[in-house]
């Protein structure tokens, strides 16, 4: 499946407010906007990116533009009501991502002063679910699904029908993230590593690193494994065959994903109970033919075929079979089968063409509902 070309019809302006486009420390989300942004506004569509001036990322910046998107920092919520009110209030439409700093408050403003389509970004569908569950409504609150006409989930399944149902969204969509082909690619170098992970560290995901990698790593003594991502407690042990890469900017994260033989994918544990959940990691690693180790949740078998394109594993002994009893013939074709599957399915241009659909579905839907009864 092939993404549509250029668009024929007039370009939108829209404005995202999103967690960060400069800096990807201790975040996915500045890879994913800055891939789908640009190949957004390729189709021919005025993107402009708000991002909160955060310190932490300040320190950490790893693209200061991206292609085609006009990037803006501001200070704090008063800032951005006194610099951008006009710009939001004519946009097309005014996208708000999830984790924006102040974001209920952020989502207020926007939907007293945008007089264009409104849509909420939820790159953490399940965890933003289970925060509402709990009262936390520190970036979106429950009453505020409502009143975006569009909300784009990373999340599929059933949580489409949960957002609508239950909290009333009048559209819910699913924009899964994305690769960019151009920055994600096989490459030549022979392998290093037998079994890396790539991911910050959390609470719910250390139990299954430990579980399909730091356990196979002290069995298997001869392996070779690496661990990369920051915040991870000094306290840790690792086994002495374990490498610790302490933070990779995207650049050199296809060259991590090359070097290894196989790479390791686990879900935060809001994401494995909601499914259809996939993390970048997958379509990134799948997209330099790396073959994947994943633990397994619902709706995994919809984006791969698993024993085909990827290994679905629940324990030590099954990490453990794929590294040192799969054929390298059959380990290099699974990695190919996959890279194919993404290319044809998963690129950012793909998930622009969605997200243009998805807007001018919202735009129409919005257009109808304003059109008085009995009106021709």
């Known amino acids: 499946m092939k993404p549509r070309g250029r668009r024929a019809a007039s370009s939108l302006h829209i404005v995202v407010l999103g967690l960060s486009i400069t800096s990807s420390w201790g975040n996915g989300h500045a890879t994913t906007y800055r891939s789908l942004l640009r190949e957004t506004a390729g189709r021919g569509h005025r993107v402009r990116f708000l991002e909160r001036d955060a310190p932490w990322y300040a320190a950490n910046r790893d693209a200061g533009e991206c292609e085609g998107v006009s990037i803006e920092l501001y200070g704090g919520l008063g800032e951005l009501r006194d610099r951008f009110a006009e710009e939001v209030r004519c946009a097309d439409v005014v996208i708000v991502g999830s984790y924006v700093p102040e974001g209920a408050a952020v989502g207020d403003w926007i939907h007293a002063t945008a007089q264009g389509l409104t849509a909420f970004y939820d790159i953490d569908t399940p965890v933003t679910l289970a925060r509402l569950a709990r009262g936390d409504g520190e970036y979106i609150e429950a009453r505020q699904v409502a009143d975006y006409d569009l909300y784009l989930s990373f999340t599929g399944g059933p949580t489409l029908r949960r957002l609508e149902q239950q909290f009333g969204s009048p559209m819910a969509r699913v924009l899964y993230c994305s690769v960019d082909p151009r920055a994600y690619y096989p490459g030549p170098q ?37 661990v990369a991502g920051p915040q991870y407690p000094p ?3 690792w086994p002495g065959n374990v490498a610790r890469i302490e933070h990779l900017p995207p650049r050199q994260h296809r060259d991590f994903y090359n070097q290894q033989r196989f790479t390791l994918n686990i879900t935060r544990a809001d994401m494995i109970r ?9 379509f990134e690693a799948a997209a330099c033919a790396t073959p994947i180790i994943s633990d ?4 995994i078998e919809t984006l791969f075929e698993p024993g085909r394109e990827i290994v679905l594993a629940a324990s030590p002994a099954e990490v453990l079979a794929a590294l040192r009893d799969l054929p390298e013939a059959e380990r290099r074709a699974m990695g190919q089968r996959a890279c194919r599957r993404v290319l044809a399915r998963h690129t950012a241009a793909h998930r622009a063409a969605q997200l243009e659909a998805y807007l001018l579905e919202a735009l129409s839907r919005r257009s109808r509902q304003a059109v008085p009864m009995g009106a021709a």
């Open 274 to 282: 909601a499914g259809w959940s996939p993390s970048v990691r997958l």
């Open 190 to 226: 022979p392998p290093c590593w037998d079994l890396g992970y790539m991911g910050t560290y959390s609470d719910d995901r250390q139990p299954p690193l430990e579980r399909l990698l730091l356990a196979p790593a002290s069995a298997w003594s001869q392996g070779r494994f690496v």
């Open 296 to 299: 397994c949740w619902a709706g």
């Open 235 to 237: 306290h840790l042990r």
